[in-house]
């Protein structure tokens, strides 16, 4: 089996991913199996101030810096459960050491599998306005939409001031339920749930619309790579 690196950024999103690939591994290869993980993080913080500024040219640099680390470690196969990220990511994973799993592309690609033909983008309101999504799902021939302004704001302040302290409110949970149901609305059939802390705050149960869950989906996708699998669940 490969050795799977996670690139962290929040603690949440990449606890959620971690304990996936162990907890799902053990259901395909036998009890307490898994593949070997390693995880390097540098705070969130300092993601945040470059991304702040708009330097996405140097959030891909220090994403690079975590990669090294993880190759040195013996990693085999590279993800980052963070969707925002992914902006820098897209310009220097041409320069990854190892194979490097795209969040988009996976969640693109289960899009595609299910069907959908117009999908909400949830996630920071730097991925919502941003390119991450929009470059994978146009090629794709899959519609998006995203919240308004004012409920973008929202949406972000919950993810920054809640979700990656894993605080889950009640108040937030119907915010969201809310804000996908006017998604529903203008015609998306599915919801992209593009912030790696969301999946904590809501489930397929509690949603007007089936949900895309980026962090589960990228730790199957490394977890089928990693195991050599062509399907893992």
């Not at 959030?59 to 690079?64: D, F, H, K």
């Not at 904590?200 to 962090?215: C, G, K, R, V």
Request: hydrophobic share 45%; with cysteine; net charge neutral.
């Amino acid at each position: 089996m490969k050795h799977i690196g996670i690139i962290a950024v929040s603690a949440e999103g990449a606890a959620l991913c971690y304990r996936t690939i162990c907890l799902e591994g053990a259901g395909v290869l036998g009890p307490y199996n898994h593949p070997e993980v390693s995880l390097h993080c540098f705070p969130l913080s300092s993601y945040q101030n470059l991304i702040d500024c708009g330097r996405w040219d140097a959030v891909g640099q220090q994403l690079l810096e975590s990669a090294a680390r993880l190759v040195r470690a013996g990693a085999e196969v590279l993800i980052c459960p963070d969707n925002t990220v992914h902006q820098g990511l897209d310009l220097v994973r041409d320069r990854s050491p190892v194979p490097w799993i795209h969040i988009a592309e996976e969640v693109v690609a289960e899009a595609r599998r299910r069907s959908l033909n117009r999908v909400a983008i949830l996630g920071t309101r730097f991925l919502m306005e941003g390119p991450v999504y929009r470059s994978k799902l146009e090629p794709a021939g899959i519609e998006y939409r995203i919240p308004d302004v004012r409920q973008r704001e929202r949406i972000n302040q919950i993810i920054y001031n809640e979700l990656v302290y894993a605080r889950l409110l009640s108040a937030s949970l119907g915010y969201f339920q809310d804000v996908i149901r006017d998604l529903a609305a203008d015609g998306c059939d599915g919801v992209v749930l593009a912030c790696t802390e969301i999946p904590l705050l809501i489930s397929q149960a509690e949603s007007p619309l089936p949900i895309l869950d980026s962090t589960r989906i990228l730790a199957r996708a490394a977890l089928r790579q990693a195991i050599g699998a062509t399907r893992a669940q």
